[in-house]
């Protein structure tokens, strides 16, 4: 099986971004570094090589499947949100120095982007959206292709009918644009089952330092957002629970994965100076 995914990845072949998706093979007893041929293309270049027949599906964001669907060339086997509801899709990343220089800009630039996000979902605000999208600046596609409400379930072609979802969360009331460290956590634990790095053995100290929930709660109620969080653990598809209090566990309990260590992770080099 020639399986096609999008340009971002490791230096082991496997994306940084597609961890839901080698997850959701490994949960139906597929080995994604044996028993499929990944590969990484341009997204745009997907439909036209999965017509041609060399490559057999393909992993991408949005407009790319929608349009194989649309064109029928092929079908939407599962989403993204049908993998793992709520799961985190872009993440806001800075230097931890900058963060520490000029804290009230990163507040200020994380309000922007809750604002952003709020737009964006309001339904009122769809043919804009998908307009600038659609530009050559941005996707380069037919408008008609970007789709922000929920899918066309006509459009697809699987065994079962799709569960109520949302095509596109940019925004809720609940937590969705929260920072948890619970993902981070769970991010980790997939770094180290395939093996492109270990797991840290202190893995407390370096979420707490790169997971700010801090700015984004100073952000949201500054904007007078009112958003209820209570931590849940993280439950995929396949309906295994992640305790992030106990990662070690759960990579163990995992059936397919490598061979992985664990480190410690030095967060802070001592510098030196000239005498």
């Known amino acids: 099986m020639h399986l096609a995914f999008t340009p971002l990845q490791s230096s082991h072949g496997k994306g940084f971004l597609v961890f839901g998706d080698v997850y959701w093979l490994a949960a139906g ?3 994604p570094d044996h028993d499929v041929d990944m590969k990484t293309i341009p997204p745009a270049q997907m439909v036209v090589d999965l017509q041609g027949g060399t490559i057999d599906g393909f992993c991408v964001g949005e407009p790319w499947n929608y349009r194989a669907a649309v064109e029928g060339v092929g079908f ?6 049908e993998v793992w509801l709520g799961h985190p899709g872009k993440v806001l990343g800075v230097r931890e120095d900058w963060a520490n220089n000029y804290p009230n800009t990163h507040i200020a630039l994380t309000k922007a982007l809750l604002e952003a996000c709020k737009y964006c979902a309001d339904p009122n605000h769809s043919l804009e959206v998908r307009r600038i999208l659609a530009s050559r600046e941005y996707v380069s596609t037919d408008i008609d292709y970007i789709q922000l409400e929920d899918a066309n ?3 697809c072609d699987i065994d079962h009918p799709l569960r109520e979802y949302a095509h596109h969360q940019f925004y809720s009331d609940s937590a969705i644009n929260r920072p948890s460290r619970t993902e981070q956590i769970w991010i980790m634990t997939q770094l180290a089952r395939w093996g492109e790095t270990p797991l840290p ?6 979420v707490e330092r790169i997971c700010r929930v801090g700015v984004f709660s100073t952000a949201a109620r500054e904007l007078g957002l009112d958003i209820s969080y209570t931590r849940q653990p993280i439950q995929l598809f396949d309906g295994k629970p992640f305790n992030g209090d106990d990662p070690m566990t759960y990579l163990n309990d995992l059936e397919i994965k490598r061979d992985f ?4 992770v030095i967060l802070d080099t001592p510098r030196r100076t000239a005498a």
């Open 29 to 31: 007893g597929i080995d």
């Open 76 to 81: 939407t086997i599962a989403t993204d949100l």
């Open 153 to 155: 379930g006509a459009t």
């Open 201 to 206: 053995r202190n893995w407390v100290e370096i």
């Open 261 to 264: 260590s664990v480190a410690e």
